[in-house]
Nanobody, 126 residues
Framework: QVHLVESGGGSVQAGESLRLSCAAS????????MGWFRQAPGKEREGVAG????????HYAPSVKGRFTISQDGAKNTVFLQMSRLSPEDTAVYYC???????????????????WGQGTQVTVSS
């Protein structure tokens, strides 16, 4: 069982930055990948970024590459999403997810990400 808690969402102006955090309580389950997904109103959920815990290899959606950075504090089972140069198109509920078995932490699909946080709202105004 894995419990994920996101924090750091909020409302910002276009061009500003925001950092999200996700703390995982893993109990008896080992996590291999952690990722961020988002869902905007009326749109499908999309992957944003994923990271292989410990190793640190990362994957990004093309829409955020170069603007967003995913990082980890492995000792605390925590991942961060640093979001820069935000635009209104980034407005969404952002979800943290954890995968217990996969080691290729792509986010094109949510395959393998079995555990999900409750989500945190990010609103970017123009």
């Amino acid at each position: 069982q894995v419990h994920l808690v996101e924090s750091g969402g909020g409302s910002v102006q276009a061009g500003e930055s925001l950092r999200l955090s996700c703390a995982a309580s893993t109990y008896t389950t080992s996590i291999t990948c952690m990722g961020w997904f988002r869902q905007a109103p009326g749109k499908e959920r999309e992957g944003v970024a994923g990271i292989l815990m410990g190793v640190g290899s990362t994957h990004y959606a093309p829409s955020v590459k170069g603007r967003f950075t995913i990082s980890q504090d492995g000792a605390k089972n925590t991942v961060f999403l640093q979001m820069s140069r935000l635009s209104p198109e980034d407005t969404a509920v952002y979800y943290c997810a954890a995968a217990p078995r996969i080691t290729f932490c792509a986010v094109e699909t949510a395959y393998g990400y079995n555990y999900w946080g409750q989500g945190t709202q990010v609103t970017v105004s123009s």
